[in-house]
Nanobody
Framework: EVQLVESGGGLVQAGGSLRLSCAASGFTFDDYAIGWFRQAPGKEREEISCISSYDGARMYADSVKGRFTISSDNAKNTVYLQMNSLKPEDTAVYYC???????????????????????WGQGIQVTVSS
């Protein structure tokens, strides 16, 4: 059974930090990209950051670039999202998701778009107070 379990959310003041974890099981971790997505109240879910378990290639949305860092511990099948300099507008439910890597040009790659990620965690609340 595929499982993605997020942890590490909570309430933090603006300017503070949180580290989210996404523990994955039930699939071959190295064959997937892991992404973090978020949905704020009244808004659509958006892509935040993705990482390839194959080669560690990362991407970030402009809204979090320079403040958030994604990393992967393949030995633990876990992906982290270190969130620094948090702002009230970062308040959202954060989801991690897994999408199978695509093959092309003799390598593997991903496209960090939520419709290409087939396995999802239950989500975790992050609230940033002003």
């Amino acid at each position: 059974e595929v499982q993605l379990v997020e942890s590490g959310g909570g309430l933090v003041q603006a300017g503070g930090s949180l580290r989210l974890s996404c523990a994955a099981s039930g699939f071959t971790f190295d064959d997937y990209a892991i992404g973090w997505f978020r949905q704020a109240p009244g808004k659509e879910r958006e892509e935040i950051s993705c990482i390839s378990s194959y080669d560690g290639a990362r991407m970030y949305a402009d809204s979090v670039k320079g403040r958030f860092t994604i990393s992967s511990d393949n030995a633990k099948n876990t992906v982290y999202l270190q969130m620094n300099s948090l702002k009230p507008e970062d308040t959202a439910v954060y989801y991690c998701a897994a999408g199978r890597l695509l093959e092309g040009g003799g390598s593997y790659y991903y496209v960090c778009r939520q419709e290409l990620f087939e396995h999802w965690g239950q989500g975790i609340q992050v609230t940033v107070s002003s």
